[in-house]
């Protein structure tokens, strides 16, 4: 089973920037999707940003024009770039990968990361 390793969180005031990294412990290639989510305190866990296999992006109205999803073949990384930070995207976020393949061998499961902490203070 594929783990995925989030970092880059932190602390950052508001209209600052963080970009967060999502490391797959194993190369991993044809994901048909990767995304990132997040949960604020005492909230439901949301979508944030999804990037589909033929490279199509779907961004939550609330964060676009300010985040970016991308992702590193080399480095098995996905990351967020998200700038323009305010209090509202005080959150949990965690990865996500469904479908994915390793070693040729393709597997339908879905993988979370463990979470990393993005605090904006005001």
């Known amino acids: 089973q594929v783990q995925l390793v989030e970092s880059g969180g932190g602390l950052v005031q508001a209209g600052g920037s963080l970009r967060l990294s999502c490391a797959a412990s194993?190369?991993?290639?044809?994901?048909?999707?990767m995304a990132w989510y997040r949960q604020p305190p005492g909230k439901q866990r949301d979508l944030v940003a999804r990037k589909f296999r033929g490279g199509v992006t779907d961004y939550a109205d609330s964060v676009k024009g300010r985040f970016t999803i991308s992702r590193d073949d080399a480095k098995n990384t996905v990351y967020l770039q998200m700038n323009s930070l305010g209090p509202e995207d005080t959150a949990v976020y965690y990865c996500?990968?469904?479908?994915?393949?390793?070693?040729?061998?393709?597997?339908?499961?879905?993988?979370w990361g463990q979470g990393t902490q993005v605090t904006v203070s005001s």
């Open positions: 194993q190369s991993i290639s044809h994901i048909n999707t």
């Open positions: 996500y990968v469904n479908g994915y393949t390793v070693d040729n061998y393709f597997y339908p499961n879905t993988v």
